[in-house]
Every structure is written in C-alpha cells, then in structure tokens.
Nanobody, 124 residues
C-alpha cells in the first residue's frame, strides 16, 4: 500500500502560480503511476494530469495544457504539479492518486490510492 499527502494549495490571484506536491510513503513509490484530479463544488471529480512511473510519459486535460506541468522525483517519493497562469476556473480541491496497473490514466476509477486533497482557490 501507499499513503499520499498533498500540499501546496492556497489562495492566489488569476495569473499566479502554485506548485502542488504529493508525498508518498513507502519505498515502492516508483512502481506507481500517479495522477492529479480536481473537484470543484457541485461538480464531478475531473482528471487534470498523470505521469507514468518512469516519468517519461505524461497526460493532461486540454484545459491545462501549456499551463500545468506534472513531474516526479522517485528518490524523494514525490510527484509535483506546477500550475502557471492560474484561472478562476482552476479553483477546486486537488487530489493525487496512485495507480498500480497502467490503464485508464484519465479515469478516477483507474486509481487505487488517494490523498486527502488540497484546496486551490484562484480569485479574479
């Protein structure tokens, strides 16, 4: 098993940047593919980005392409989500999730472990 803890959220203005971190317990973190999802009030959880365990393949939802970057440092058991040019519509609770078996990278049901989430609020 793996436990995930997100951090780095906060209140920012439109156009600002934030970097979210997802810290994982366990020495086998490098075996997991990791994704970021977000959920705004009254909306379903939405895929944001994902990264393969090797770090060489990434996926993004169209609305964040060119603004967000996912990366990982397996030596530090951490995955990052660099968010630039933030918009009010990016406001949500952001969750990281770990996937044991590759596949369904953009679907929440494809992930086995979840963190508790971190709030990101972007004011206009």
């Amino acid at each position: 098993q793996v436990q995930l803890v997100e951090s780095g959220g906060g209140l920012v203005q439109a156009g600002d940047s934030l970097r979210l971190s997802c810290a994982a317990s366990g020495r086998t973190f490098g075996l997991y593919h990791v994704g970021w999802f977000r959920q705004a009030p009254g909306k379903e959880r939405e895929f944001v980005a994902a990264i393969k365990r090797s770090g060489d393949v990434t996926y993004y939802v169209d609305s964040v392409k060119g603004r967000f970057t996912i990366s990982r440092d397996n030596a530090k058991n951490t995955v990052y989500l660099q968010m630039n040019s933030l918009k009010p519509e990016d406001t949500a609770v952001y969750y990281c999730a770990a996937q044991v078996v590759a596949g369904q990278e953009m679907a929440a049901r494809g992930y086995d472990y979840w963190g508790q989430g971190t709030q990101v609020t972007v004011s206009s």
